[in-house]
């Protein structure tokens, strides 16, 4: 008879393991996580056309060692790693708080068009010939301009439901999409070699790299009070609501925060897939569906794979470079199949 | 005099140009178990929704603690005042005991994390609807009647004085009906929580609830002790033929 209720060994037991679950584990996982973005950083910094030891980059992180060294690893490799672990911490967060925003597990940070607009105003400027921050700059308006359609056509007379933004915002992206092939098609041969890996995402034209450090530090500032009004919002609106959650104020920031993350890692290095969908995925598999684990787990687990990726898109092929879209592809995709696979519950 | 736990002033409900109540006064003490009946679609669960101030009312005034409703914050009145809803929204997937537990939501401060007093309340509100052993389990490995339970199980996580509950009776079998139904009995009899409840069973409403709100349709309302209830009533109530039949448990009401 469950209402009798029985406080025996086995119940200590369970409230054993629960506060495992709610403190140590998460703990475990994000430490892991830590060590693991520690070893990425150290191999993003020694390994590639000229292989340096732990203790040469050490050396000329602090100061030392000889010109080329400190070149390669101060003006090359660190500022490239450190771009690579922000555009892969921001994805990972916007593309969790769009799945948050539309209760739909297959959101990404591109399914509202963001990455569209972005597209379309750098592939204008390449086309135009223009290179530098005029790509990036352009590439941030159009990022912006395309979220302030989808914000204005979502938010209709029947007012901001999931599944009105996911409509509006995927209607948007394939306006976008339709542009991206025109300017495909106009483009000479020179530029669409580089208008390409824009388009798959490519860090070999970052622009900051410190910025995008500096937002993603705001962003998880930011986001990480909130993870618990994350995981409410995540059981429904209406039920939000009646737990005492602000829904439409809460929606509306997530909707600019992760547009806005979106924007600055498609600026910085073009528009890297699969990072913003599977990450938050793998997380969820891994450590359970509390945001304040999950926010800055994927942040560190999203910046650790493009890292990671990032070395290998540079080195596979030395001289030549992959576009490092390709490659998160190539390491995550077997990954997560094989976790899915292993995985007895969620989705 | 200390003021009810929910009061309705002369409150006037829409939805879609269809008038729910008109000038419905309510008054919900510490003690009361109110059985909402209706026929479907006739806005039973608008009239909860509106009570736990989720929509504008059209008309009147309700009042929770004796305060308007509309200048309470929403995470005082989810302090005060649970809601269970009736229909399943989209969610993503979570475990039972996380989903238990955002019912404490409204109670922890911004920056803390749930206490073990919290675990302890979703712990022992799994237990009473039968989920003890499953709070590792996701959501979507749940069976429809279990699912319905940890929602039950959220809403007495959350703990709160007032319980608006919407077809609480809806997907369990008897014997979670009947236990479950008593529980919430016992919360305003003998905890002084107060509880309305929309229920389709008119002898589940006959066996716990005390007083009786009947929406009829077109505004027209009637609320009354249970005991006033007759077949003429219920039978003008769900348009369709009841009887009853007294038995040495009391009355039940059968269709035909």
């Avoid at chain 1, 618990?228 to 439409?248: D, F, I, M, S």
């Avoid at chain 1, 696979?341 to 989705?347: D, I, S, T, V, Y």
Wanted: glycine share 10%; hydrophobic share 50%.
């Amino acid at each position: 008879m469950p209402l009798a209720g029985h406080a025996d060994s086995r119940q200590r037991t369970n409230s054993v393991t629960l506060s495992m679950q709610t403190h140590v584990r998460p703990a475990l996982l994000l430490g892991s996580l830590a060590v693991f973005t520690l070893i990425a950083f150290c191999v993003a910094l020694t390994v590639g056309s000229v292989p340096l030891s732990l203790g040469h980059v050490v050396h000329a992180l602090g100061g030392g060692g000889d010109a080329l060294t400190r070149t390669l690893v101060l003006e090359l490799r660190l500022p490239r790693a450190v771009a690579a672990f922000s555009v892969g911490g921001l994805l990972a967060l916007a593309g969790a708080l769009m799945q948050v925003l539309l209760r739909n597990p297959l959101a990404d940070p591109y399914i509202l068009g963001v990455s569209g607009g972005a597209a379309v105003g750098a592939l204008l400027s390449l086309l135009f010939g223009l290179a530098g921050y005029w790509v990036s700059g352009s590439a941030f308006l159009g990022a912006l301009i395309s979220m302030l359609i989808v914000f204005v056509l979502a938010h209709g007379r029947g007012g901001w439901t999931p599944t009105r933004l996911l409509l509006t915002g995927i209607v948007v992206a394939f306006g976008w999409g339709a542009a991206i092939s025109l300017l495909l098609v106009l483009s000479d041969n020179a530029s669409l070699r580089g208008m390409l890996f824009w388009l798959m995402g490519d860090l070999s034209y970052r622009s900051g790299g410190w910025l995008a450090l500096v937002v993603l530090i705001v962003g998880v500032v930011v986001c990480l009070p909130f993870a618990r009004h994350l995981n409410v919002l995540a059981r429904g609106e209406t039920l939000a609501e009646a737990l005492g959650v602000a829904v439409r104020p809460l929606s509306i920031a997530i909707y600019i925060v992760a547009s806005l993350f979106t924007a600055v890692a498609v600026t910085e290095a073009g528009a890297i897939g699969f990072v913003g969908l599977v990450i938050p995925h793998l997380l969820r598999l891994v450590s359970g569906s509390d945001h304040r684990t999950l926010l800055p787990g994927a942040v560190l687990a999203g910046g650790s794979l493009l890292m990671l990726a990032d070395t290998l898109a540079r080195t596979v092929i030395a001289p030549e470079q992959l576009p490092v879209g390709v490659v998160t592809a190539a390491i995550g995709v077997p990954v997560f199949l094989y976790l899915l696979n292993r995985a007895r519950g969620p989705l | 005099m200390n003021a009810p736990l929910l009061e309705a002033r002369a409150l006037t409900v829409t939805i879609a140009g269809k008038t729910v109540c008109r000038n419905l006064d309510l008054r919900l003490e510490a003690g009361d178990c109110l059985a909402l009946l209706g026929p479907n679609g006739v806005g039973k669960t608008t009239l909860l929704h509106t009570l736990a101030g989720l929509r504008a009312a059209a008309q009147g005034e309700i009042l929770l603690d004796g305060r308007p409703i509309k200048n309470v914050s929403r995470r005082r009145i989810a302090q005060r005042l649970g809601l269970l809803m009736q229909q399943p929204e989209d969610s993503l997937p979570a475990s039972v005991l996380e989903i238990a537990l955002i019912g404490r939501h409204p109670h922890i401060d911004f920056w803390r994390w749930e206490s073990h007093a919290d675990v302890n309340l979703a712990r022992r509100a799994l237990r009473l609807a039968g989920l003890e052993g499953l709070e590792q389990r996701v959501q979507s490995q749940l069976s429809g009647g279990e699912r319905r339970r940890l929602d039950i199980a959220t809403v007495l996580t959350q703990d709160s004085p007032t319980l608006l509950l919407d077809e609480p009776a809806h997907q369990l079998d008897l014997h979670y009906q009947l236990a479950l139904l008593a529980h919430f009995c016992h919360l305003a009899r003998d905890q002084g929580h107060s509880v309305i409840m929309s229920l389709h069973d008119v002898n589940l409403a006959v066996r716990f609830c005390a007083q009786v709100l009947l929406l009829f349709g077109q505004g027209e309302t009637m609320l009354a002790p249970v005991t006033s209830l007759n077949a003429e009533i219920l039978s003008r109530l769900f348009q369709t033929p009841v009887t009853a039949v007294h038995t040495p448990g009391g009355t039940v009401f059968l269709p035909g």
